[in-house]
């Protein structure tokens, strides 16, 4: 977000030398001048920001906390916990009303288990996951699924508090512009 703030400020100041004949600001100066602009906006000020612009950051801010949602597994399982119900809903209402949004539903698994096994579980979890979003209205064009197996751990223990961290599902968004 802080780029696309820094792109931003940049074309504007661009734009406004170009205007007015004069040479455009170094590109330090412009730099240093959309990181304090996004700053300021940062600190709620938002003062001079296109509707697109404040859709966008209120979009990406709700993808932010979604993706920091996760659903845990039990050991060798891809059963969904009730617990969680409420995440995938949360996920699923989101991209109903976003249909320029796309997820990649990412199944993780501990160390336990072979590469290849924990690649086959990391994909059921996240297949598992992907079709509760579906039965939720989700069209199939706005979820992938992917498994990284035990290649994207949380945490790299080798105990029980790690292994429970590692086994999950995890939300990557991206717009679709």
């Given at each position: 977000?802080?780029?696309?703030a820094?792109?931003?400020?940049v074309?504007?100041?661009?734009?406004?030398?170009?205007?007015?004949?004069?040479?455009?600001?170094?590109i330090?100066s412009a730099?240093?001048?959309?990181n304090?602009t996004?700053q300021?906006?940062?600190q709620?000020q938002?003062?001079?920001l296109?509707?697109?612009?404040?859709?966008a950051?209120?979009?990406a801010?709700?993808?932010?906390?979604?993706?920091?949602q996760?659903i845990?597994f039990?050991?060798?399982s891809s059963?969904?916990?009730?617990?969680?119900?409420?995440?995938?809903?949360?996920?699923a209402n989101?991209?109903?009303?976003?249909?320029?949004?796309?997820?990649?539903?990412?199944?993780?698994?501990d160390e336990r288990g072979?590469?290849?096994y924990?690649?086959?579980?990391g994909q059921?979890?996240?297949?598992t996951?992907?079709?509760?979003?579906?039965?939720?209205g989700?069209?199939?064009?706005?979820?992938k699924?992917?498994?990284?197996?035990?290649?994207?751990?949380r945490?790299?223990?080798?105990?029980?508090r790690?292994?429970?961290?590692n086994?999950?599902v995890?939300f990557?968004?991206?717009?679709?512009?």
């Amino acid at each position: 977000m802080k780029k696309l703030a820094s792109v931003i400020a940049v074309s504007l100041i661009l734009s406004a030398c170009a205007s007015t004949g004069k040479n455009p600001a170094p590109i330090e100066s412009a730099t240093n001048a959309a990181n304090n602009t996004s700053q300021s906006q940062n600190q709620g000020q938002g003062q001079g920001l296109s509707q697109a612009e404040v859709e966008a950051r209120k979009l990406a801010d709700q993808q932010q906390k979604l993706e920091s949602q996760s659903i845990y597994f039990d050991f060798d399982s891809s059963g969904i916990k009730s617990e969680y119900n409420s995440v995938i809903t949360n996920q699923a209402n989101f991209l109903n009303s976003h249909s320029n949004v796309i997820v990649t539903v990412e199944g993780n698994c501990d160390e336990r288990g072979s590469s290849e096994y924990n690649l086959a579980l990391g994909q059921r979890r996240a297949y598992t996951v992907s079709q509760q979003l579906e039965l939720l209205g989700v069209p199939a064009r706005q979820i992938k699924t992917i498994s990284f197996g035990e290649e994207k751990p949380r945490l790299t223990c080798h105990a029980e508090r790690c292994w429970k961290e590692n086994r999950r599902v995890d939300f990557d968004y991206k717009s679709n512009l």
